[in-house]
Every structure is written in C-alpha cells, then in structure tokens.
C-alpha cells in the first residue's frame, strides 16, 4: 500500500521488513527505550518481528504505525496512531525517535503530521496520548504540540512487573482548527495516496 504524509523536513509512511537495520540501530540506545515496556533492540531479529505484526495490526484496524524518514538524513523512528474508536472517532498517538534527532524539532512536524491525520484524513474527533508522569519531557512535548493535560489514570500500564500511572491528553477536532501548530503547517503537509480504509470514520 503506497501512502505517505509529507511535511518540511520529515515524511511519515508505512514502514517494511526492509526497514528494521535502520530501527535496530535507532531503537539500541538504552535511553530510546527507557520509558517502554520493550527494548532497547539487541538483534535485527525484534524489530524484524515488530515490522511483520504492523500488517495485521492495520488490517484489523488497531495500530497505524508509521515510519518517520528525514528528508536529509533518513529514518528517524516509529510514530502512529492506536487505540482507535472508529465509532467514537477518537485514537492515541505514540512517538520515539533516536536520539539523534531529539531537540531537532522532529518530533514537533510529527506530531502536525500525525494531527493532519487524524482530524483530516480519518475523520477522529478527538487525538489522545500518554505519558509516564516521571517523564517530564515527553509531558513537556505533548504540551507544547497542544494537547491539554486531563488527569493521571493509576495504575494503567504494565510494565515488567509493575502497575504504572500515566499522564492522559487530548486534543479535540475544534481545539486542533484553531491550534498554533497547524496554522504553523499550514500549506506545508502534502498527502500521496490514502490511509487504510479501516481507520477511515464513516462521514
């Protein structure tokens, strides 16, 4: 399936097997992954493996994970869209991006990609997201993209043995209209082709 989001520096797509040296070499950092409940990558073998479920994640409608490519210096992590309520019209996003690219401004273009997504392309009304409550600079970044801080859902999220609290955000079709990081886009994101029909909401 040929579909990609295009913006000033990064282009999101979805991602092949051909792509898992570029991530085994991302996702090796220790400090990439430290705030998941995977990694760090230690063979070519686990991304191999994440890149092999993404299909049958789309096809099922659950997980639209996307690759993002630097225009210059090539992939630069994984973002997407997950948890989706076609019905509800709502979905969450997820980003990591190796650290090279961290305080670049990657992860501010992905997430007015990913918001052009949502709320332009699949129809959403609401785009959400996580965060671990000690991880104060993934907070800082997702509000600093727009999404307001709603509350602290306890004990949400396994990780290893453990029963993690989260940070939850949204940001909802109306507040996103009228955001500073879309007008900051604006005339900039180009769309070629079309998302999986699965995540698409009726209109």
């Given amino acids: 399936m040929s579909f990609e989001l295009r913006g000033p520096t990064l282009s999101l797509r979805i991602p092949t097997e051909d792509d898992a040296e570029a991530l085994l070499g991302l996702a090796s950092d220790p400090e990439v992954t430290r ?38 210096r090539g992939p630069a992590g994984i973002t997407g869209l997950y948890e989706f309520s076609v019905r509800d019209r709502r979905c969450v996003c997820g980003t990591w991006f190796g650290r090279e690219f961290w305080g670049t401004g990657a992860n501010r273009e992905s997430k007015a990609l990913l918001q052009h997504l949502a709320f332009a392309e699949l129809g959403m009304h609401r785009f959400g997201s996580y965060s671990n409550p000690l991880n104060e600079r993934s907070t800082r970044a997702l509000i600093g993209v727009g999404l307001r801080h ?40 180009s769309v070629v082709g079309s998302p999986p029909p699965t995540f698409v909401a009726d209109p």
Avoid at 37 to 64: H, N
Avoid at 153 to 160: C, F, K, P
């Fill in 35 to 72: 705030w998941f409940s995977w990694g760090p990558y230690t063979d070519v073998a686990q991304p191999r493996r994440f890149l092999v479920g993404l299909e049958d994640e789309r096809l099922r409608g659950e997980k639209l994970d996307l690759l993002a490519v630097h225009h210059e």
């Fill in 150 to 189: 709603e509350g602290v859902l306890r004990g949400y999220h396994r990780h290893g043995d453990h029963h993690l609290d989260v940070n939850i955000f949204g940001l909802l079709r109306a507040e996103w209209e009228s955001s500073a990081l879309r007008a900051e886009f604006a005339g900039a994101i």
